[in-house]
């Protein structure tokens, strides 16, 4: 909307915004919910990966007989037996993450890479004739991280066609104020590469059909993204493609787009004629699968004596391929966060031989918030200042980049309420100085924010013959809620229980949907949910009323009937209207493309195109976050344990407290990852990935998380969407990593500006 426009009345009692179970979560429990990898179309044969032990060079031998004379090895696939690829539109002109194309030539870019896939009968027999591919390499010199001292960087300049992907901002002069500040804070917080390891791994499936077309399962947060990713690599109308995704075992951006892998297993599938699928490895999701990557943020700060920010500027470098450029866009947080008369941001880039990087949840704002707001803690005691009062004394009430006012911003009130609930009163200011026992107790808060982005949609309602009600939409649900929010905004104008409701999801055959992704899925696919059912509603009653001898607005639907006002006794059942009205159904497909002509929306299908930013109308759209952490470091080991976390959420209308909760938990719970445990350790002698596994690439288990409480402040935000919501899904990772590393800094005295936060950085 942004625009100011009448809001969707939401009446009490409706189950929008209703705590409400996740209505696939006993399917998905008791192993009822089949996700991409689960389907085994007739005559299914097994692929696997051999993939590059050095990080650079040529293949010099690929030696496939011993594989080929393999009992059930059906094929073997290098790059000098593989199809042509086409190249697809990269990311946000496409849904392609990176350039690479796999098998096309002998180069080799990075250790983890695609040489050469193995078909056989039984996965067992795939995996044995893979580990007979002998391979030879001419190795070259390879660039390791950042820290390499052969590495090489460059900046928007460098860019050429591509520099206004560069989310560069400069207003005022930076340094000059720098240089005429009373206090100042210069320090670099650096981050290492970080993974998304998602429980279900990546998998591709695909089935050629004898008429040429082509059905992928492919778990994806991006249906119609896929759909064209896949079409362009083997030269299709994206017609000719169907993608099937029901359930997504979580994505978290690593599934925004198919990766390289997956057009192998297409490829593989069209020589053999049967269907082929290609799960990868744990092991092999390291090397192969875009990760967060690795960064290093400069935060300089000018301040009054009184605390008031004269400047801001903030520089960030991050890994790239030596193929592509992805911006880890670090500095957006800063340049919006504080009312700040004088700022600076500044990208540059890194080549390192390592897969291309990528979005992982919150990208930008995760890393970015670490920075900023452990430079605003460090600024809070450089001045004996209380951190809350440093961040109110700076509070932008207006968007300090577009200059627009804000849709709805309620971080005021977030900061206020979470230090009553946490008790921040009882916080002694003075860093080492709570201490129960052996342990030095610390408590750090941060601020947060994430843009509310929408993108058009469509959705399909179909009240069945038998008076059930469906929901179509090509929307992925990764353990969202997606299934759970649509049965509850259809739910609402049928007067039905959203268990009733049937929602399908995940197939490219259903109306087009964005990606689940960067927040924006609910608030796009929401509204036009509730457009088309209300739409099936009328024509519903339009068709009682022939029956009935009844005027429409004499008549209600609830419970599976169409019955006068105030007479539910009255009336009859849906089924019975349809029937008597000699119809089967009434369908109903509405979407939110208001103004885009048929040759713009197949033009950005599968594309970003259509994306609406956060301040593109008269207000700026975005959701806020204070969290509040409570750490203890024991004084003699210097391990840290978490033991408390707050998370005040500002999100517009939350649709449903039980799934919006659960999002934020999740993504608190990610962010002390990053924090406290999770590093991509790369061997610099060898250039590869020293921990690519579970059992050492730490993440948080239970034992690791204390207790974690959300609360919601703010109000429907009438600028945002027709239902007053902003999206959720990565609030939870801004705030909470610089949170913890305040709190870790408050308990011992030692500021830890490199993640992950080790005992040995605190000794």
Known sequence: MNGGETMIEVAAGSPIGRATTRRDARDKVTGAARYAAEFRPEGLLHAVLVTSTVPAGTIARLDTAAAEAMPGVRLVLTHVNAARLYPPPLYPFGAAFQSFLPLQDERIRFAGQPVAVVVAGTLEEAVEAAGQVGADYEAAPFVAGLGDARATSYGAGDCGEIAEAVPSHVRGDA????????????????????????????????????????????????????????????????????????????????????????????????????????????????????????????????????????????????????????????????????????????????????????????????????????????????????????????????????????????????????????????????????????????????????????????????????????VLSGGSDLGTGTYTLLAQVAADLFGVPPESVTVRLGDSAYPDAPVSGGSMLAASLTPVVHEAALAARDELLALAADVLGLETGELRVGGGRVYPEGRPQEGMGVAEILAAAGRTGVDVVRDSFTGVSEQERAKFHGTLGLLRMPAAGPYAVYSWSAVFAEVAVDADLGTVRLRRLLGVYDCGRVLNPVTARSQLMGAMVMASGAALLEAGVVDARLGRLANPNLAEYMLPVNADIPGIEVVFVGEPDPHANALGARGIGEMGMTATIAAIANAVHHATGRRVRDLPILLDKLL
Not at 280 to 287: C, E, I, T
Not at 422 to 438: A, K, T
Request: contains cysteine.
């Open 175 to 470: 340094e000059a104020a720098l240089a005429e500040a009373a206090v100042r804070v210069d320090a670099t917080y650096t981050s290492p590469r970080l993974y998304h390891c998602a429980m279900e791994l990546h998998s591709t499936t695909a089935a050629w059909q004898a008429d040429g077309t082509l059905t992928v399962w492919e778990p994806t947060q991006w249906i119609a993204g896929a759909q064209s990713v896949f079409a362009a690599w083997f030269g299709l109308e994206a017609e000719r493609v169907r993608v099937v995704s029901p359930y997504v075992g979580g994505g978290f951006g690593s599934k925004g787009g198919p990766q390289p892998h997956a057009a192998l297993a297409v490829m593989a599938a069209r020589e053999v004629g049967r269907p082929v699928k290609l799960v990868l490895s744990r092991p092999q999701h390291f090397g192969a699968i875009s990760p967060r990557p690795a960064t290093a943020n400069r935060v300089r700060l000018g301040a009054g004596r009184d605390g008031r920010l004269s400047a801001l500027a903030y520089d960030s470098v991050n890994e790239v391929s030596f193929d592509d450029l992805y911006v880890e866009p670090s500095g957006g947080i800063a340049a919006l966060s504080y009312d700040v008369p004088n700022v600076a941001v500044d990208y540059r880039f890194v080549p390192v031989n390592a897969v291309t990087p990528s979005s992982m949840r919150a990208p930008g704002e995760a890393i970015g918030s670490f920075a900023l707001e452990s430079a605003m803690d460090e600024l809070a005691l450089a001045l004996e200042m209380d951190p809350i009062e440093l961040r109110l004394r700076n509070y932008a009430e207006r968007d300090p980049v577009s200059g627009k006012p804000w849709s709805g911003k309620h971080l005021r009130e977030a900061y206020e309420r979470g230090a009553r609930e946490f008790g921040w009163q009882r916080r002694d200011p003075r860093p080492g100085s709570m201490r129960e026992g052996e342990e030095l107790i610390g408590w750090g808060m941060a601020g947060g924010s994430f843009p509310a982005y929408v993108h058009p949609s469509a959705a399909r309602v179909w009240v069945r013959a038998d008076g059930g009600v469906e």
